[in-house]
């Protein structure tokens, strides 16, 4: 089984920053990829960002690029996911997510954090 703990959700004014963190733990090898995904109020999940976890490939919804950054301690089997310049748009619970690379769904998931910016 793998677990994933997400941190640094919180409060932020428009063109703010924060750095989300999901540790992983259990049974999470190189051949996993891990991922964010939000869910706005009433919305549907959306694909965020997404990294290899042993290549450091990564991929980024349109709406983040250039904002976004999503990456790697693996030592830690820790990813992160660096957002800046932060919109109200960008108000969601942020889970944190992997799948075995052979997948296209996601297999596994965190509890979610909360990520709320006012204008």
């Known amino acids: 089984q793998v677990l994933l703990v997400e941190s640094g959700g919180g409060s932020v004014q428009a063109g703010g920053s924060l750095r989300l963190s999901c540790a992983a733990s259990g049974r999470i090898f190189s051949n996993y990829v891990m991922g964010w995904v939000r869910q706005a109020p009433g919305k549907e999940r959306k694909f965020v960002a997404a990294?290899?976890?042993?290549?450091?490939?990564?991929d980024y919804a349109d709406s983040v690029k250039g904002r976004f950054t999503i990456s790697r301690d693996n030592a830690k089997n820790t990813v992160y996911l660096q957002m800046n310049s932060l919109t109200p748009e960008d108000t969601a619970v942020y889970y944190c997510a992997a799948r075995h690379e052979s997948l296209s769904m996601y297999q596994y998931w965190g509890q979610g954090t909360q990520v709320t910016v006012s204008s």
């Open positions: 990294i290899n976890w042993s290549g450091g490939s990564t």
